[in-house]
């Protein structure tokens, strides 16, 4: 049975002479030049979907050349690209057997040490390009070790626009050479498609997505550059008398160039010089609005959410809510490459290094874990009344806390302060046995020494009293309202218009209710239940 490359094609066996040699390298006077095209030099709207065009018709370099000086030329695109990219650095990767077989751990174990190296490591940011322009080509360089075994030694990007995709469908990727398209090697490049959008590899890329936001933002900061400059400066306005001489005018001319640039001049005393101040103003708010929406819409485009990259209503805890979102764009993003690093590193060392037919290792990077240290600090004190056995070391870890030496000073709960004194009693004991054995007056007793005094009888609170106090002293009531309403309160505090309000309550709209309408459901339920039994009994 014949092996399938990522393209569905057969793939042929390769001489370990040829995993030793580079196959795409740069020669002089070939198709694969490190110099490359500036089309987004004078780019037009025209111009544009010439490009995209002729990208998805088989010819990508002006594309992928765009793409290239996008990332170069526009902030904020390249800010928000990188943080997708590198996203991935915070993961780590686990590489786990196909199967219970030996083979089967020791490709796993193999693979893992490969991944793990910094060499590869360092290299996931090249495959992670394929964000952008919708692939990313890395070649595996091969060492020898030993006399007949091999060694991945590392990840060498190659530039997208030495590939090319096969005309008739698209997908099947070639190595782009004077003689013509030539086939990869097999076992000898880690291609990673991102699949951003269905369809065609090549119009996949974030690039595509952002490359008219690209191009309408940077007419706006042109004509944001004209405005400033026309009108940025106050106006000098020379006025010469008819009797004035060439020299004259031309004294006048440089003197009001110079009043633009070194603020000091000389004119002589028959001649004038008014300076007139600029008097339109807001209109520079039309340019920077344009620009800010381009850069909104591109941060949706890339991360899905502008809260953590724009300053918007709602600060920091609409922001939260929103890095979820990013989140859940980095895990799928990691999900495909280790689809891409399971199918061609640990293929390939199946394949060279084994034989016979072996289970290809799992790889994954598992996201992780978040612990909230407030929700924690009020397990670890009612965890162990109600029976739960905590470890210390996993307390320490979560807390960042080493474990203190010996002789080391370390924190110590606070001696109990002794309860007031009473006029007429002797002071109040430190509590031990003796003040745990006393007798404790009754509550019967109490009533009557009050009534004796002329005192009101303290009240014996009803059961809806009871149960807010229960709510109130356990805490419960509280620790539900910080997890379900807490970001909201805090983000409606910190709004400052109406506008601000509204958009904080639809941020805020699309989460589902959790455990405080619940509890206000049985508070209600159980009011209700008490005031007619009450009312009943009374009646």
Not at 191 to 219: C, D, E, M, Q, V
Not at 321 to 339: K, M, P, Y
Not at 483 to 504: C, K, M, Q, W, Y
Request: charged share 25%; aromatic share 6%.
């Amino acid at each position: 049975m014949a092996i399938l490359d990522q393209f569905g094609r057969p793939m042929v066996q390769a001489a370990a002479a040829q995993l030793l040699e580079r196959q795409a390298v740069a020669s002089f006077g070939s198709v694969r030049s490190i110099q490359s095209g500036h089309p987004a030099e004078g780019l037009t709207p025209t111009r544009m979907a010439a490009i995209l065009r002729e990208a998805e018709q088989g010819d990508a370099s002006a594309y992928l050349d765009l793409a290239e000086q996008m990332e170069e030329k526009d902030l904020h695109y390249a800010a928000v690209l990188g943080v997708r990219k590198r996203a991935i650095r915070s993961l780590e990767v686990q590489v786990d057997p196909g199967d219970d077989s030996a083979a089967a751990a020791d490709l796993a174990e193999m693979t893992r040490e490969a991944l793990i190296s910094a060499p590869v490591r360092t290299a996931l940011i090249d495959l992670m390009d394929a964000l952008g322009k919708g692939y990313s080509v890395c070649e595996m360089l091969w060492e020898r070790e030993g006399k007949s075994g091999l060694r991945l030694a590392g990840l060498e990007h190659v530039m997208p626009r030495w590939f090319e995709f096969d005309r008739e469908n698209g997908t099947y990727l070639y190595l782009r050479d004077n003689a013509g398209p030539q086939p990869l090697t097999r076992d000898k490049f880690v291609i990673h498609l991102a699949k951003t959008k269905s369809g065609l590899p090549i119009r996949g890329g974030l690039a595509r997505l952002a490359a008219w936001a690209y191009l309408f933002k940077n007419f706006t900061l042109k004509d944001w550059a004209i405005f400033l400059e026309a009108y940025g400066h106050p106006l000098r306005l020379g006025k010469y008398g008819p009797s004035s001489s060439k020299e004259d005018r031309l004294t006048l001319l440089r003197a009001a160039r110079q009043i633009g640039v070194d603020m000091a001049a000389i004119i002589p005393k028959d001649m004038e010089l008014e300076v007139i101040t600029a008097a339109i103003s807001g209109a520079e708010k039309l340019y920077e609005g344009n620009a800010r929406y381009w850069d909104e819409q591109v941060s949706k485009g890339v991360l899905g959410q502008v809260a953590t990259t724009d300053a918007i209503a709602g600060g920091h805890a609409v922001g939260k809510i929103h890095e979820q979102v990013r989140d859940d764009i980095r895990d799928a993003d990691a999900e495909q490459l280790a689809a891409t690093l399971q199918r061609d590193i640990g293929g390939a060392f199946a394949r060279l290094m084994f034989k016979g037919a072996v289970a290809l290792p799992k790889v994954s990077f598992p996201p992780p874990e978040t612990v909230d240290p407030k929700l924690m600090l009020e397990l670890m004190e009612r965890g162990p009344k109600a029976g739960l056995k905590i470890a210390v070391a996993q307390i320490r870890e979560v807390f960042a806390l080493r474990e203190p030496e010996d002789g080391e000073e370390v924190l110590a709960p606070p001696a109990p302060e002794p309860p007031p004194a009473v006029p007429g009693q002797p002071p109040a004991k430190a509590p031990g046995k003796a003040a745990a054995e006393a007798p404790q007056p009754k509550e019967a007793e109490t009533e009557r020494q009050a009534a004796s005094r002329g005192d009101a009888p303290a009240r014996t609170p009803d059961s809806i009293e009871a149960m807010i106090d229960e709510l109130i002293a356990t805490g419960e009531l509280q620790r539900v309202m910080d997890s379900e309403i807490g970001a909201l309160l805090e983000a409606l505090t910190a709004a400052a218009s109406p506008e601000e309000v509204r958009d904080v309550l639809e941020a805020f709209d699309a989460v589902p209710p959790g455990p405080f309408r619940d509890l206000l459901t049985r508070a209600t339920f159980a009011a209700r239940l008490a005031g007619e039994v009450g009312a009943g009994i009374r009646g």
